[in-house]
């Protein structure tokens, strides 16, 4: 018999979160009765924000935002067009996501009219920019309030971070305490997170991990990165912690 075909949702979840990313390991251990929003909410957040990111002109960018921009009023009216925010208003279907989306696609709109960030001063604005995305999927979360939502954007920014950090070393000069306000934005996000928005709580707990292998193996990042296995087992670990009773 052969295989159903994939839904335009399942596409873009299938694309947003490859096997063997830490989004993949952290929607592998969510709790399987929202493992599907969870899925949907990275893949939103990540759709939007690649839109911002995308080469080319700023003018393409912004049109395809602002088409974003009206699509968080037409889930408002129960009529999404996009087959992400249909999926997610199906499993989720309270008032607190399409505000978070907005800000997102704000977010967006400002990061996509910047040239890329290099001095400290510009690199820390870019990260809670970012950091809308962790508040986005702690919104969808059934149980999260605002003190989750809020926790979610400092942990996300201390992500960002992490990433740059990932991606570029400890940076040149006036960047080198970057690893020190990741970490610190890490510490600062309320522990409603671990059992409010437990997905997110995932996210930056392997996050932190790569950034401490990261500091042990001088920002060399092939000798600190993450085996799929080992991040099978990390985010195992995790998990098992915040489900223990």
């Known amino acids: 018999m052969p295989a159903e075909p994939a839904t335009p949702a399942a596409t873009y979840i299938s694309a947003a979160i490859p096997p063997g990313s830490i989004d993949y390991y952290v929607a592998l251990m969510t709790p399987a009765r929202l493992r599907e929003l969870t899925r949907t909410g990275i893949a939103l957040a990540k759709v939007i924000r690649n839109v911002a990111m995308q080469p080319g002109e700023p003018q393409i960018r912004q049109l395809k935002l602002h088409w974003f921009a009206q699509e968080v009023e037409m889930v408002i009216a129960g009529t999404p ?136 193996a001088g920002y060399n990042a092939d000798k600190a990165a993450l085996s799929p296995l080992a991040l099978l087992w990390h985010s195992w670990r995790e998990a098992r912690k915040l489900l223990r009773p």
Do not use: N
């Open 81 to 216: 067009r996009h087959p992400l925010t249909a999926e997610l208003l199906r499993l989720c279907p309270h008032e607190r996501w399409p505000e978070s989306m907005r800000e997102l696609v704000q977010a967006m709109m400002t990061e996509a009219a910047q040239p890329p960030a290099t001095a400290l001063q510009e690199l820390l604005p870019a990260a809670h920019r970012a950091a809308t995305q962790q508040a986005l999927l702690a919104a969808v979360m059934p149980t999260s309030g605002k003190t989750s939502i809020d926790a979610a954007g400092s942990l996300g920014t201390g992500i960002a971070l992490a990433r740059f950090v990932r991606d570029h070393g400890a940076g040149p000069p006036d960047v080198r305490d970057l690893p020190r306000l990741a970490h610190e934005h890490f510490s600062a996000a309320d522990l409603s997170l671990r059992h409010e928005a437990m997905p997110v709580y995932l996210q930056g707990a392997l996050y932190r991990r790569q950034l401490r292998r990261l500091e042990a």
